[in-house]
Nanobody, 122 residues
Framework: VQLVEFGGGLVQAGGSLRLSCEASGRVLDIDAMGWYRQPPGKQRELVASITVGGITNYADSVRGRFTASRDNAKNTVYLQMNSLKPEDTAVYFC?????????????????WGKGTLVTVSS
């Protein structure tokens, strides 16, 4: 599975950006997908996740401002980011989970994109 993010850039506080992530390869094996971010000098953190069926989960810091969506026909997930704040500045990464079932159980393999930089100016 290969993931490529698009849509990062520079935006003023209060503005909006829409990120997209296109998956290729063994896309039929992908289960949940997610958006993570890594602010400068900090750990990577979960921003939002979305299941194949469209059930979403958000970090408290973005709930109500960000919306994750998924177009399974296009193998693409989106992250609509509104009311952006300077603290949203980070590299945003797309993540895909691929469960592999074996005799011993299920192992989940994670795939990552290279990230796209979002900078929010005050």
């Amino acid at each position: 599975v290969q993931l490529v993010e698009f849509g990062g850039g520079l935006v003023q506080a209060g503005g909006s950006l829409r990120l997209s992530c296109e998956a290729s390869g063994r896309v039929l094996d992908i289960d949940a997908m997610g958006w993570y971010r890594q602010p400068p000098g900090k750990q990577r953190e979960l921003v939002a996740s979305i299941t194949v069926g469209g059930i979403t989960n958000y970090a408290d810091s973005v709930r109500g401002r960000f919306t994750a969506s998924r177009d399974n026909a296009k193998n693409t997930v989106y992250l609509q980011m509104n009311s952006l704040k300077p603290e949203d500045t980070a590299v945003y990464f797309c993540n895909a989970n691929v469960p592999v079932r074996t005799i011993e159980g299920t192992t989940v393999f994670e795939y990552w994109g290279k990230g796209t930089l979002v900078t929010v100016s005050s």
